[in-house]
């Protein structure tokens, strides 16, 4: 893997980046004691922290981070509106909330004190991601309960550049305001990159020619294929940033220029990547679910928050300077993890899979049952026009061609079925990818 | 002469061939010939008709995936070595034929072949200057029920 740093974009924008590792042990931890005395104004906490008899006083050392209690979404839904606010009322300084899967949003706030972490924790990404003074940022996503429009936007201020607040949507007005105000810098989720580019050749402009160098992407899931694919169509490099609302949103974790991971913010998080199943600790680098507790966070104090979200964490030094862990891209949800004969398969592996065939995402369906001792995988793919063909040949190949990639991709052997057009059943919102006939227990 | 072949993709299981054939006769669309190619999995169904156009318009509306590829068809004097005599034809000129199906002509005691090459027109020139002609489409459908 590349791990060449152009000198130019060195540049650190907190100190706090490269404490030597005890240094930022001690702070940590000095950090985890005070927020166990927080959070003891959190009623879900305080009960259970005191049913195992717990105060600031039994943390001795980080490891002692493991037997304080798991958050999870559930939770927070069970206690909204603000259940779990840590401070009186009149100090909350702004509500934010995710729309979940579930319709109605889940709120967090935070005190004038967070706002003013959270811009400092997008700035150090922004930076790491080549952002200076001098440019200028168009934001193109919402302003509103979603937490990236203003993280980044006073993330953007703190290091001194402009703002754009573009906000989502109207794609050909996002291109003319480019036109005309040359930003340097794209904020957007990296799918709508890609339609700017797409507006971009619609309207006859070569994306390639628009004034973007560097782009910031975060708020979904997105692949290694994707961001050559953006980097290529705009003509920039493009940064992944990882954060979610309940914690703070953008800024728990960003690219440097080494583009090899994404450097946790370890002095405002403590992240944990646990066995979705036995939460326990993985080995380090081994894929798991991400567990974070928030060290600094005033009105919304988290102990142990279950992301859900599957990537790796290494300690391995980076070129750049910054000593803090990074994270792999999110692979995937521990919901929907697949263990396929001892190998772990998100479905977002097999469509990175099926784009690679067909450059878009076909309707499919994965079925995994266990015959005998092995575990199978079939992979049925609705054909569509233009990967039909009247030669059984190349109709054999593209079998042959999806399974290749599927392995390239997930690692493990399946047999691909195509199937008719419509035959998949369609389910409104989040799809049903994945059918495991394996587990038949019915408690 | 070359026709318009319609392809369609089938999964092969009970009732999914009949489905496309039942669309078709229910439009009124009569079938000149058709060939199947398949796998335990899946099959090609290939059809020839008279109105491709609508045939196709037909079975796309009922939700099938139909791919139009231009074939050529040959007249077979229906006697031994018909068509063994076009094979080495089109071998001497190097074509590849992807795949052929035939049917006979009750009336004429002659059989039409279909081919399909990579390039139906070089294919065409090659038959033509071997003096091996192309069925007319007016001829090879006026013969029709």
Known sequence: MSTTVPASDHRIYDPAETLPRPELAALQLARLRALVERVAQVPFYRDHLGRRDLSPRSIRSLDDLRRLPFTTKADLRQHQPLGFLAVPRAD?????GSSGTTGRPTFVAYTAGDLQTWAGLCARFLVAGGLRPEHTVQIAFGFGLFTGGFGLHYGVERVGAAVIPAASGNTRRQLDIMREL???VLVCTPSYALTIADGA??????????PLRYGHFGGEPWTEDMRREIEDQLDIQAFNNYG???IIGPGVSGECAAHNGMHIQEDHFLVECLDPETLEPVPEGEPGELVITTLTREAWPMLRYRTRDIARLWREPCPCGRTTMRMSRVAGRS???????GVNVFPSQIEEALLRVEGTTPHYLIEVDRPGTLDRVKVQVEIRPELFSDRMDRMQALRERIAREVHTVAGIRTEVELVEPRTIERFAGKAKRVVDRRNLSTD | MKLQQLSLFI????GHLGAPLEALAAAGINLVTLSLADTAQFGILRLIV???ERAKQVLERAGWVVNVTEVVAVDVVDRPGGLAEILKVLEGAGLNVEYLYAFALRREGRSILVLRFEDPDRALQV???AGLHGAAAEELFSHLP
Not at chain 2, 11 to 14: A, L, M, Y
């Open chain 1, 92 to 96: 909350v300084a702004r509500i934010h």
């Open chain 1, 182 to 184: 040359n930003p340097e």
């Open chain 1, 201 to 210: 050749r619609e309207l006859g402009i070569d994306p390639r020619a628009l």
């Open chain 1, 244 to 246: 979610l609302s309940e």
């Open chain 1, 335 to 341: 919901d929907d993890m697949l263990i396929i004969r």
């Open chain 2, 11 to 14: 999964e092969n299981r009970p």
């Open chain 2, 50 to 52: 008279r109105d491709w």
């Open chain 2, 127 to 129: 038959l033509d200057a």
